[in-house]
């Protein structure tokens, strides 16, 4: 007769959880999981409609109590809402007016800024724009070009390598080393011309310049044939953003920089106060 064991297998349940934060590049030196955790779940929300319990459980390696207790903090705080009938987490009114309010800001831009670009963009016979940084990229929000057979298209619109133009460069630059090195894990960067950067210590070296001077120059790092200057704005919105002016390289010579850095500045004062 064959012998029974006393007691059924045991069976070992093994959650895999994602990264913690401190073994990602450039995590904070002090990370907190839970405020990490609500995050996730707020970008996990960017990506779809709804998020489920179970979802929000494995998208963050935690059980579903854990998971629970933080969708419970995002809902009193007003950042989701709980559909009554099927449970699911949708976004709520506080995070949908943080939306509205950062993207209106961002729509305010062009139109206040149009009248100022189009005479610094008279003035120096270039084109010029208004970019905004986002995360290690810039958005070119707002342009004026000028009058002439040769000159710079307009690049509103589209989004670029930060470290690959002046708008960026002189947007990084106002950033700690903590912050860039978030941005930029990696000692290697993007290569977007034969002329751009393609290390992050040659950037910070760059931006380290770029501080001294009060501008950023970018010399074909974004487009064969293009040189720019850019300027920061010094504004209270919390919007990263910068004006610039773009030329063909052969109308910006290394010795017109400076005259173009001085007019940039002048604008970028009158434009932060406009801006808010």
């Given amino acids: 007769m064959s012998s029974q064991p006393d007691h059924a ?3 070992i349940s093994v959650v895999q959880k994602r990264p913690t934060p401190d073994s990602e590049p450039g995590a904070p030196q002090y990370p907190i999981d839970s405020v990490d955790n609500a995050l996730k779940l707020l970008l996990l929300l960017g990506e779809r409609p709804e998020v489920r319990l179970t979802e929000a459980s494995a998208h963050l390696g935690v059980a579903t109590s854990t998971a629970h207790r933080i969708l419970a903090m995002l809902t009193w705080r007003g950042f989701m809402r709980q559909d009554p009938k099927t449970k ?6 506080a995070l949908t007016t943080v939306a ?7 729509g305010d831009v062009p139109r206040a800024a149009e009248p100022i670009l189009k005479e610094v963009s008279l003035k120096l016979g270039e084109t010029c724009h208004i970019g905004l940084l986002e995360g290690n990229q810039v958005r070119f929000l707002a342009v004026a070009e000028p009058d002439t057979a040769v000159r710079v298209a307009s690049r509103v619109g589209r989004l670029m390598p930060a470290h690959a133009t002046s708008t960026g460069k002189v947007l990084l630059a106002g950033l700690t080393q ?6 930029y894990p990696q000692e290697q ?3 977007v011309t034969s002329h751009s950067l393609l290390l992050r210590s040659q950037l910070e070296e760059q931006l380290r310049q770029v501080r001294r001077d009060g501008y950023a120059t970018n010399r074909e790092e974004s487009e064969d044939g293009v040189a720019s200057v850019a300027v920061a704005l010094a504004t209270a ?4 953003l910068a004006v610039n002016a773009s030329a063909p390289i052969h109308r910006l010579p290394p010795a017109k920089i400076d005259s173009f ?3 940039l500045h002048t604008a970028a004062l009158r434009l932060a106060n406009i801006l808010g």
């Fill in 100 to 106: 509205f309010s950062v993207m209106r800001r961002i």
């Fill in 9 to 11: 297998p045991t069976t």
């Fill in 178 to 183: 903590e912050q860039l090195h978030t941005l």
């Fill in 88 to 93: 699911a987490y949708m976004p709520g009114p």
């Fill in 237 to 240: 919105s919390g919007l990263k």
């Fill in 261 to 263: 850095g001085q007019i």
């Fill in 189 to 191: 960067l993007e290569g």
